[in-house]
């Protein structure tokens, strides 16, 4: 999904036009920015968090010489998923056994 579609699913669900929902949309994800950017964290219950992280100074290699390289410490952005998110994306294997035998039994009585 896009931002395009991620305009259009939001103008449908919350009932407004897709230019309101366009600044919604990109007043929130600026407001994030500018939170994250500024070392604040932002929590969404259920959705997840982002963040700021420090990445300490490693070494790597240079891929065309393979000689050892300096990686610099750098500030990355990051996010956590919340518990609800990660629920929808992965369920629980007992809710996955119930979905898959809901979904045998669609299919049994579809070829009948």
Do not use: C, H, W, Y
């Not at 309101?20 to 070392?39: C, N, T």
């Amino acid at each position: 999904m896009n931002k395009s579609e991620l305009v259009d699913a939001i103008a449908a669900k919350a009932s407004i036009t897709k230019k309101d929902a366009d600044a919604v949309l990109s007043a929130a994800v600026d407001a994030i920015i500018e939170a994250v950017s500024a070392g604040e964290k932002v929590t969404l219950v259920g959705f997840g968090t982002f963040e700021a992280r420090q990445r300490q100074e490693r070494e790597g290699r240079n891929p065309s010489t393979g000689k050892p390289i300096k990686i610099p410490a750098t500030t990355v952005p990051a996010f956590s998923a919340g518990k609800l998110f990660k629920e929808k994306v992965a369920p629980a294997k007992e809710e996955k056994a119930e979905k898959e035998e809901k979904a045998t039994k669609t299919k049994a009585k579809a070829k009948k």
